[in-house]
């Protein structure tokens, strides 16, 4: 339920015959529904629900071509930016995982001061928040009590498979181990770019936390 297959709107795939090989890649891993989510920034992917649909197009017609049948539906991650402000306020509808449920990110670089506040104003608009990776965040590393804050307000969390593996770095792969013990997940993504990813995933050790988080929470069975 987070990927970056749709080709050549994002830092994702390039272009259909690269979303092809990936989207064989994660077939062969088990994957059998695909909900693929192109970044969404007013700074560097000027997205919106035509230029994504545009792309899911082609990728729809490249699959054809090949007489590949699967299921691979569009919504996007939405940054939390000026662009989500606006579209709050002026009512653009946002493209949903399912439901209401919308995928968002913040910057790397720092804490978003007014993240509550948006988060607030979407689900005032009756979207559920989805905080997409949030183990990747090193701001929040030294303070995991904020997780909880977030989580609280009613926003869910979906972790990156690749962040259990050490593939981000350690503190990546810590700070998720914190959100499984503490019940903080709710649901995994690939958040798959292109092939280095692929081959992660293919490496990816079935470690305690995830194993705990199929026993305990079912978070791998969720289905979207
Ligand atoms: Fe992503």
């Given at each position: 339920?987070?990927?970056?297959?749709?080709?050549?709107?994002?830092?994702?795939?390039?272009?259909?015959?690269?979303?092809?090989?990936?989207?064989?890649?994660?077939?062969?891993?088990?994957?059998?529904?695909?909900?693929?989510?192109?970044?969404?920034?007013?700074?560097?992917?000027?997205?919106?629900?035509?230029?994504?649909?545009?792309?899911?197009?082609?990728?729809?017609?490249?699959?054809?071509?090949?007489?590949?049948?699967?299921?691979?539906?569009?919504?996007?991650?939405?940054?939390?930016?000026?662009?989500?402000?606006?579209?709050?306020?002026?009512?653009?509808?946002?493209?949903?995982?399912?439901?209401?449920?919308?995928?968002?990110?913040?910057?790397?670089?720092?804490?978003?001061?007014?993240?509550?506040?948006?988060?607030?104003?979407?689900?005032?608009?009756?979207?559920?928040?989805?905080?997409?990776?949030?183990?990747?965040?090193?701001?929040?590393?030294?303070?995991?009590?904020?997780?909880?804050?977030?989580?609280?307000?009613?926003?869910?969390?979906?972790?990156?498979?690749?962040?259990?593996?050490?593939?981000?770095?350690?503190?990546?792969?810590?700070?998720?181990?914190y959100l499984v013990k503490n019940?903080?997940?709710?649901?995994?993504?690939?958040?798959?770019?292109?092939?280095?990813?692929?081959?992660?995933?293919?490496?990816?050790?079935?470690?305690?936390?995830?194993?705990?988080?199929?026993?305990?929470?079912?978070?791998?069975?969720?289905?979207?």
């Open positions: 339920m987070h990927s970056h297959l749709l080709p050549g709107i994002d830092d994702g795939s390039p272009d259909p015959e690269t979303s092809v090989r990936l989207i064989k890649g994660l077939q062969d891993l088990g994957y059998k529904k695909f909900i693929t989510t192109p970044h969404v920034m007013e700074d560097l992917f000027r997205n919106n629900k035509r230029t994504i649909k545009d792309a899911h197009i082609c990728l729809i017609d490249k699959l054809k071509e090949l007489k590949m049948d699967l299921s691979i539906r569009y919504a996007a991650e939405y940054l939390l930016d000026g662009n989500v402000d606006s579209m709050l306020e002026k009512k653009i509808p946002m493209l949903t995982l399912k439901d209401k449920m919308v995928l968002v990110e913040v910057s790397f670089v720092s804490p978003p001061i007014y993240l509550k506040e948006v988060l607030f104003e979407m689900q005032m608009k009756g979207y559920q928040p989805v905080f997409a990776h949030p183990e990747r965040y090193g701001f929040y590393h030294a303070k995991p009590a904020e997780y909880e804050e977030i989580r609280d307000m009613g926003c869910l969390f979906q972790c990156n498979l690749l962040s259990f593996s050490g593939y981000y770095g350690t503190p990546v792969r810590q700070a998720a181990e019940g903080l997940v709710d649901l995994l993504g690939t958040d798959l770019h292109h092939d280095k990813h692929l081959q992660a995933l293919r490496d990816l050790p079935y470690t305690p936390s995830l194993q705990k988080l199929v026993a305990e929470q079912g978070v791998m069975n969720r289905k979207l």
